[in-house]
């Protein structure tokens, strides 16, 4: 469960949420830290450990099944509309797809572009309103290819908002921009609530800290602590982020925006059209970046807090040192 829940009835309690890719890491940071009680959907039944050995936590979820389906199959989007009006969803969390920078082009064009529409379209068929679509920061990923390692500095100039031209880095970055376009596209011609999260750096949780992919690198042996690679490593980290406890806010805090029936639960109160772009159905469309309370960070963070009130509770610059 979340560590809080805004005053008043909070529609995650009663909503029925399906997450797709529920098993991979940040998935199980959603599951661990939402408010909402989530159908799994996933290719395969959750395997015995977590990336970082830890025992997979879906494993014990009272005997909860796995909604076992390849979202880039030909009659994905009619089978899982199926699921969706079997289980009464009221909304969708999109996860799943293949999620490495150097996936080849046609896993990506299958599992991240495909399944993206495959999923719309069934929230399309099954009257399901929202959908929070994990996008990726690769999908502005040429801003730091650009500026970096300077740009992990705390005084660098520059900032990367949503009105910012995108600037993928890959083909996985590419295919998250595309799954964009599809969230607007959905938003536009069917009214569906589509919330874009370029998520940052969400790790397992012995890793879940911004130490993490330095000391990860020095499990592997590929540096020491301390050494230039090691620092270059933490400077990034305290820039991108996203704690699993914050990712699974922002999630939350998009889900209530969506399903609230008063129109939201931001700072400005409600959808108003100089904060939500117009679009032809009625649906929302907004891109937030998807990092903890990070000052170091090029990514924009004040539309989430004023448009659905996101709270992160971590910092990237918490910490002095890493864990023991």
């Given at each position: 469960?979340?560590?809080?829940?805004?005053?008043?009835?909070?529609?995650?309690?009663?909503?029925?949420?399906?997450?797709?890719?529920?098993?991979?890491?940040?998935?199980?940071?959603?599951?661990?830290?939402?408010?909402?009680?989530?159908?799994?959907?996933?290719?395969?039944?959750?395997?015995?450990?977590?990336?970082?050995?830890?025992?997979?936590?879906?494993?014990?979820?009272?005997?909860?099944?796995?909604?076992?389906?390849?979202?880039?199959?030909?009659?994905?989007?009619?089978?899982?509309?199926?699921?969706?009006?079997?289980?009464?969803?009221?909304?969708?969390?999109?996860?799943?797809?293949?999620?490495?920078?150097?996936?080849?082009?046609?896993?990506?064009?299958?599992?991240?572009?495909?399944?993206?529409?495959?999923?719309?379209?069934?929230?399309?068929?099954?009257?399901?309103?929202?959908?929070?679509?994990?996008?990726?920061?690769?999908?502005?990923?040429?801003?730091?290819?650009?500026?970096?390692?300077?740009?992990?500095?705390?005084?660098?100039?520059?900032?990367?908002?949503a009105e910012s031209p995108l600037r993928p880095d890959s083909d996985y970055g590419a295919s998250k921009a595309a799954g964009e376009a599809w969230c607007r596209l959905y938003a536009e011609r069917e009214g569906?609530?589509?919330?874009?999260?370029?998520?940052?750096?969400?790790?397992?949780?012995?890793?879940?800290?911004?130490?993490?992919?330095?000391?990860?690198?020095?499990?592997?042996?590929?540096?020491?602590?301390?050494?230039?690679?090691?620092?270059?490593?933490?400077?990034?980290?305290?820039?991108?982020?996203?704690?699993?406890?914050?990712?699974?806010?922002?999630?939350?805090?998009?889900?209530?925006?969506?399903?609230?029936?008063?129109?939201?639960?931001?700072?400005?109160?409600?959808?108003?059209?100089?904060?939500?772009?117009?679009?032809?159905?009625?649906?929302?469309?907004?891109?937030?970046?998807?990092?903890?309370?990070?000052?170091?960070?090029?990514?924009?963070?004040?539309?989430?807090?004023?448009?659905?009130?996101?709270?992160?509770?971590?910092?990237?610059?918490?910490?002095?040192?890493?864990?023991?």
């Amino acid at each position: 469960m979340s560590d809080a829940s805004p005053a008043g009835d909070d529609p995650l309690e009663t909503a029925t949420v399906l997450l797709t890719g529920a098993h991979g890491t940040v998935g199980t940071a959603v599951t661990a830290h939402s408010a909402a009680d989530y159908v799994l959907h996933d290719r395969r039944e959750p395997p015995a450990e977590l990336g970082d050995g830890a025992p997979h936590p879906h494993r014990d979820r009272d005997g909860a099944e796995t909604v076992a389906l390849d979202l880039g199959g030909a009659d994905a989007a009619e089978s899982l509309a199926a699921v969706m009006d079997d289980r009464g969803v009221d909304a969708v969390v999109h996860l799943a797809g293949a999620p490495a920078v150097s996936t080849p082009y046609e896993s990506v064009e299958r599992n991240n572009v495909r399944g993206t529409r495959n999923v719309l379209e069934a929230a399309s068929r099954s009257g399901v309103g929202t959908v929070v679509f994990a996008s990726s920061n690769h999908a502005v990923g040429m801003y730091e290819e650009q500026h970096a390692p300077s740009l992990y500095d705390p005084d660098y100039e520059l900032t990367v908002d949503a009105e910012s031209p995108l600037r993928p880095d890959s083909d996985y970055g590419a295919s998250k921009a595309a799954g964009e376009a599809w969230c607007r596209l959905y938003a536009e011609r069917e009214g569906i609530d589509c919330y874009a999260l370029r998520i940052g750096s969400v790790r397992d949780p012995t890793h879940d800290h911004p130490f993490g992919d330095a000391e990860r690198a020095v499990a592997r042996g590929d540096c020491e602590r301390g050494d230039e690679a090691y620092v270059e490593a933490v400077a990034r980290m305290r820039c991108t982020w996203l704690s699993r406890r914050d990712c699974a806010g922002l999630v939350d805090a998009c889900l209530r925006d969506g399903l609230d029936p008063d129109g939201g639960s931001g700072a400005d109160g409600g959808r108003e059209d100089d904060l939500n772009p117009n679009t032809l159905a009625g649906g929302a469309f907004e891109v937030f970046y998807g990092i903890s309370d990070n000052p170091n960070s090029w990514f924009d963070i004040e539309r989430a807090r004023e448009r659905v009130g996101y709270e992160p509770k971590d910092s990237g610059n918490a910490m002095a040192e890493p864990p023991e």
